[in-house]
């Protein structure tokens, strides 16, 4: 399914892809992961080599260059450009080849690495190559920046993996270059001759360690010309075909983790590590520990880091990983890698998960130290500087004291077993002052770096970011080779104009300047993690592209649509450049920015699972309070908006619940009502309770029996669970009376504020907590808990209240609101530790969750796991997070269909099959539940439902009322 606008006057008859001419898409793709942005006049998605020619000769036609880009990942802002941007990674991303036997495989350039790499290991081989981004990075891309990874030091950089290639010259014309030549004579005796005629030079200057990527990798040229091409940054033409190499992994992996007092000893251990069979020598600073634990989620991350669990503070670390067939051959590798050092704590470890868990901290580092420890920004340019790895240790001390002269901070990381050291750094855009500062520090750390006998690049390529600091490391006549080997492929400069040669300003053309701030918006929220600023919030999304993963919960309409425009990266660069207000003029009343935003679910996956914590849905919300003040919104967010006061008022009138309910199930009547509500009419709508949660408690109340030994709690009345389905909140009342608890449920109407968040009317959002806040105040000042049966409520006032009100009632709610599962998980193991909740002669349950992707994001859905395993149920996960229902957003018009292609994922055909295996599925969130029964007919319940039920057939809990 796509959502592209295309000029379908561009491509002749046969064509199968559109050139895409929208502002909305060129916005999408005016940055990628480094510091600066080009509006591209066109984004171009061809299929195949035929497309990609058609594209070429428009762009001849109308004076356009023409940058590749695979998943535009690139931190050096390879991957931009003024003319047509070339995304290979939507359609030209087939494994063409792969031949087991002789280890190789055959690729278009959109493949992504993890796709390779799945594709090999079942024959025992992997592609060498794995950057942090390898879940979403293609591999047109990593040759074309020499991309490395962590394994580099074991099966070197993406050029020592490349066979041969074919490439696209601006021209139209293919030419195949491999260890015999070029396939076109011509260019091929050019480039023999260039060889000939200066490899005194090229010998001097060139191929003096293994991570010295800057400029053209021209001693390639002698053994495989194929090789030169590879970290050409698409300056040359457009990579079409590939032929890589595979290599063998080894059957077990163990790895040691080992603590250095300093960043610096840790630096000065690396190249001592470099022994056989040592796969990897990655580094970290240990500030880096701090910055991970500032953000959302994190508090708890790295507990297990050697040094952490000893209470020592660690200034650096290093991760080494060994191989073996056996678990006990790797891991006395391992242990026999961490002796080789002196370290102040180290760990082995070989348990696949526990490996997992260690890793994902050393490759959400590119996004986490973007934001340090006390909330500062820190930015990338001078990310990927690398030295002779036995000069690490003295260049990082020369490092850390010009950022000191320049009162600048950064956190190191990397791949400190080849000397390469990524650090992102507290550069100040906002004044004309920092920008000059950045320029200077750029000059000097360039110095620096060519002092030590190093590179200014070591795997991310020169780009806009350092190539015209290619002065300080390369004599002229170097720069004037690299001219004439350009001028060999592309004569006319027509391929990424701007990198390597004729290089741009460092400081031209930054996303990041004082320009930015082109629009003043006083936000809504809070956004206390960002100063208060929307701007600084935007901000925070870098370009690591981790919303481009097909791994994670995020970005579900990405990962449906595969369009970069529908990607939080996407509307994050939209949205910052509504405040530049220069390609979207019409600042917060911008279509554009409306349109990228309509896809988002405001599922909250990127607000946890983003290494920096962009929180799309909190932005989303807080432009379309903007984007329609004192205007008429569409009808779905006045009725979904609304929903909570129509039902409470619906209920207060005798007879009209269950009219309503008849109504939104009547075939003709359903249908206008969607039509007439601005809804989406593939789909039903949902039920509505003959009577309320309130009502229904209130005619128990005579029944209710209280003890002064019985604790006393409040039931949050949700709407969703008050007024549309009643029976997994009726549930969690006789489950928390079962347990010991006096349940109050609040007269009134009281709301979270949820679908007036969601749909952007905040005002409404903010005054409806302010006043449930107060109605609650009475139970609040007594110091109960207020108990959330519905998981995307429970976490507005947990979490999204606060952002939204400085008050202190709202902050005390905030603080004072539990979970169901936190609720009652203490009381049910006590009760199981103690014998008196014996299970074990009970009927087994199997059970298949679908947890709510607020609770997944911001919550703690480990209580609920840990509940049901007390009481021994067997349970699994749906692992693509959102349902796809997410609130009101699957039920606005247009969006049923990929409302249910998402439920598709993962979640209808694993409900089907668990149906079908007499398989409890439980799903607490109201949408998730009506998503389930709309998609797949199955009930689905919530937990207190299935703990009722477990309870009664141990004889603690039966009906009342």
């Not at 990962?559 to 949205?575: F, K, M, N, P």
Request: with cysteine.
């Amino acid at each position: 399914m796509r959502f592209h606008r295309v000029d379908p006057a561009v491509y002749g008859a046969g064509s199968r892809t559109g050139l895409r001419t929208d502002m909305t898409t060129r916005v999408a793709y005016s940055s990628d992961a480094g510091l600066f942005r080009r509006i591209p006049a066109a984004v171009a998605e061809p299929h195949g080599v035929g497309d990609l020619r058609d594209v070429l000769a428009v762009a001849r036609e109308r004076g356009w260059s023409v940058t590749g880009r695979g998943g535009g990942s690139s931190v050096a802002a390879n991957a931009i450009g003024e003319g047509v941007v070339v995304d290979t990674s939507a359609h030209f991303n087939r494994i063409l080849e792969l031949d087991a036997e002789a280890r190789t495989a055959v690729v278009e350039p959109g493949v992504v690495c993890d796709a390779l790499r799945r594709a090999a290991a079942p024959h025992g081989l992997t592609y060498g190559p794995d950057p942090s981004t390898h879940s979403r990075c293609t591999i047109g891309g990593m040759v074309a920046n020499n991309a490395c990874g962590s394994h580099s030091v074991a099966w070197g950089t993406a050029a020592d993996n490349l066979i041969s290639l074919e490439l696209m010259l601006a021209d139209g014309r293919t030419v195949t270059v491999g260890p015999e030549g070029c396939s076109d004579e011509e260019i091929d005796a050019k480039l023999r001759a260039l060889y000939a005629d200066n490899a005194e030079l090229i010998d001097t200057e060139l191929g003096r360690f293994p991570r010295q990527v800057s400029g053209y990798g021209l001693h390639h040229l002698a053994e495989n010309p194929a090789r030169a091409i590879a970290g050409s940054e698409g300056t040359l033409g457009v990579i079409t075909k590939m032929k890589v190499r595979l290599v063998p992994v080894p059957k077990v992996r163990a790895l040691a983790v080992l603590a250095f007092e300093t960043v610096y000893d840790a630096a000065a251990a690396a190249p001592v590590l470099r022994q056989p069979g040592v796969a990897t020598i990655e580094g970290m600073g240990g500030d880096l520990l701090a910055a991970l634990r500032s953000k959302q989620g994190q508090a708890n991350a790295g507990k297990n880091l050697p040094g952490e669990r000893k209470g020592l503070a660690a200034g650096g670390w290093l991760y080494c990983e060994t191989g073996g067939d056996t678990v006990e051959e790797a891991v006395a590798a391992a242990e026999q890698v961490a002796g080789s050092v002196a370290t102040i704590d180290h760990v082995v470890v070989s348990d696949p998960t526990e490996m997992r868990g260690l890793w994902r901290i050393r490759e959400s580092s590119a996004g986490t130290v973007t934001r340090l420890p006390d909330g500062g920004e820190a930015w990338p340019n001078w990310e990927d500087s690398a030295v002779p790895p036995e000069n690490l240790a003295d260049y990082l001390r020369g490092l850390y004291a010009l950022m000191d002269r320049y009162h600048l901070r950064g956190i190191p990381f990397g791949h400190f077993g080849e000397g390469c050291v990524h650090v992102r750094i507290g550069f100040d855009f906002t004044t004309p002052a920092g920008v000059a500062a950045f320029r200077d520090f750029m000059h000097e750390a360039a110095q620096l770096v060519s002092s030590f006998g190093g590179s200014l690049s070591g795997e991310h390529g020169d780009g806009r970011a350092r190539s015209s600091l290619l002065p300080e490391m390369y004599s002229k006549e170097m720069l004037d080779l690299f001219a004439e080997f350009k001028a060999i492929f592309d004569p006319e400069g027509v391929c990424n104009p701007g990198v390597l040669v004729d290089p741009d300003e460092v400081t031209e053309g930054l996303r990041m300047d004082p320009a930015q701030r082109g629009l003043d918006i006083t936000p809504v929220h809070r956004f206390t993690s960002d100063k208060g600023d929307f701007l600084s919030a935007i901000n925070r999304c870098v370009g690591v592209s981790a919303c481009r993963s097909e791994d994670d919960a995020m970005c579900p309409s990405f990962q449906i649509t595969g369009d970069e425009v529908h990607s939080t990266r996407g509307r994050a660069r939209l949205l910052a450049e509504m405040y530049r207000g220069e390609a979207l003029p019409d600042g917060v009343r911008s279509k554009e920015v409306e349109e990228a935003l309509d896809l988002c679910l405001s599922c909250k996956a990127c607000a946890s699972e983003c290494p920096v914590n962009v929180d799309m849905a909190t932005y989303k919300a807080e432009f379309l309070h903007h984007h329609y003040r004192h205007r008429i919104r569409p009808m779905a967010h006045y009725l979904m908006g609304w929903l909570p006061v129509l039902g409470a008022v619906a209920h207060r009138i005798p007879l009209v619940p269950r009219m309503v309910d008849w109504a939104m199930h009547a075939p003709v009547v359903s249908k206008l009502m969607a039509r007439a509500g601005g809804l989406d009419t593939t789909r039903p709508l949902i039920h509505f309770a003959h009577e309320n949660l309130q009502r229904w408690q209130r005619r128990r109340a005579d029944a209710a029996s209280s003890s002064d030994d019985r604790e006393t709690v409040v039931l949050w009345p949700d709407s969703f669970n008050n007024q549309l389905g009643t029976a997994p909140a009726q549930a969690a009342v006789r489950v928390l009376e079962a347990l010991g608890f006096d349940v109050i449920i609040p007269d009134g109407f009281v709301c979270c504020g949820l679908t007036w968040h969601s749909t952007g009317q905040l005002t409404v959002a903010k005054k409806v907590l302010e006043h449930s806040a107060e109605v609650l105040e009475p139970y609040l000042d007594e110091g109960l808990t207020v108990v959330g049966v519905e998981p995307s409520c429970t976490v507005m006032l947990e979490h999204e209240s606060t952002e939204l009100s400085a008050s202190p009632q709202i902050a005390r709610l905030a603080r004072q609101t539990r979970s169901f599962a936190q609720t009652v998980a203490p009381r049910i193991r006590e009760l199981v530790d103690d014998g008196a909740l014996d299970v074990s002669g009970l009927p087994a349950v199997s059970a298949l969750t679908q947890v709510h992707c607020h609770e997944r994001s911001l919550g703690d859905p480990q209580e609920a796991a840990d509940v049901l395993a007390a009481l021994g149920v067997e349970q699994e996960t749906i692992s693509t997070g959102c349902c796809g229902l997410a609130g009101n957003w699957g039920f606005e018009k247009g969006h049923g269909e990929l409302s249910m292609a998402l439920g598709e994922r993962e979640l209808f055909p694993r409900v089907r099959e668990a149906a079908a295996a007499d398989t409890t599925v439980i799903a607490d969130g109201f949408s998730c539940r009506t998503q389930i029964e709309q998609g797949t007919g199955v009930r689905a319940r919530h937990i207190a439902e299935v703990l009722l039920e477990i309870l009664g057939q141990a004889g603690l809990a039966g009906e009342r009322g």
